[in-house]
């Protein structure tokens, strides 16, 4: 199957900080990128869908404007976490897939943690 | 009614069964199929993924559609341990963002 690499895939950071996360597709060009939220014990929640050079699609309820998501290449999606706050503390996975297929790969996922 | 369905489980097994793993889903437009394996604390992995009516297999691993029914599964073979996980069913949908939907997943428990 495809490679797709996310990182870090722990972070740990203060109240009112952001952090990045990246999600790189190591050997195919991931035409669609999507980010996802889990927390213990539920299923993937969707975030937003990404195409390379345009803006993201975000779900009902979440905010754009905390969840920065730029899909500026064919490799690389990234997510930003803005003004972390505990309740944003869950496992964040991304999951890329080619325009010529219908199968989406999965990164490692990143656990962040807000104290 | 949601629009993919997977009973929660835990689906308990004995080593070497056969585990049966089911997924309804609601949008009769649907056209492809996957099913994911995540174990706990890692994010899902690709097992398999189906387009037609009928069965498709891949090792221990048999996936089957029926699209009338709306209907998907995944049958195990010889169940060991280590396929001990959360069994995730998801769903192409339509429409621009071509997005998959996810079940809620099954854990299933291979007893040994």
């Known amino acids: 199957g495809a490679v797709v690499s996310q990182h870090p895939s722990r972070v740990i950071c203060k109240s009112g900080t952001s952090v990045k996360i990246e999600c790189r597709s190591l050997d195919f060009q991931a035409t669609t990128m999507f980010w996802y939220r889990q927390f213990p014990k539920q299923s993937l929640m969707l975030m937003a869908t990404s195409n390379e050079g345009s803006k993201a699609t975000y779900e009902q309820g979440v905010e754009k404007d905390k969840f920065l998501i730029n899909h500026a290449s064919l490799t690389l999606s990234t997510l930003t976490v803005t003004s972390a706050h505990p309740e944003d503390s869950s496992f964040y996975i991304c999951s890329a897939r080619s325009g010529v297929r219908t199968e989406a790969f999965f990164g490692q996922g990143t656990r962040l943690t807000v104290v | 009614q949601k629009e993919v369905e997977q009973n929660s489980g835990p689906l308990s097994v004995p080593e070497g069964a056969i585990a049966s793993l089911n997924c309804t889903y609601s949008?009769?437009?649907?056209?492809?199929f996957f099913w994911y394996r995540q174990y706990s604390g890692k994010s899902p992995e690709l097992i398999m993924f189906?387009?037609?009516?009928g069965d498709k297999e891949d090792g221990r691993f048999t996936a089957q559609l029926n699209k009338a029914s709306q209907y998907v599964s995944l049958l195990i073979r010889d169940s060991q341990p280590s396929d001990s996980a959360t069994y995730l069913c998801a769903v192409n949908g339509r429409g621009a963002t071509n997005k998959l939907i996810f079940g809620t997943g099954t854990l299933l428990a291979v007893q040994p």
């Open positions: 949008d009769r437009g649907s056209q492809s």
């Open positions: 189906i387009y037609s009516n």
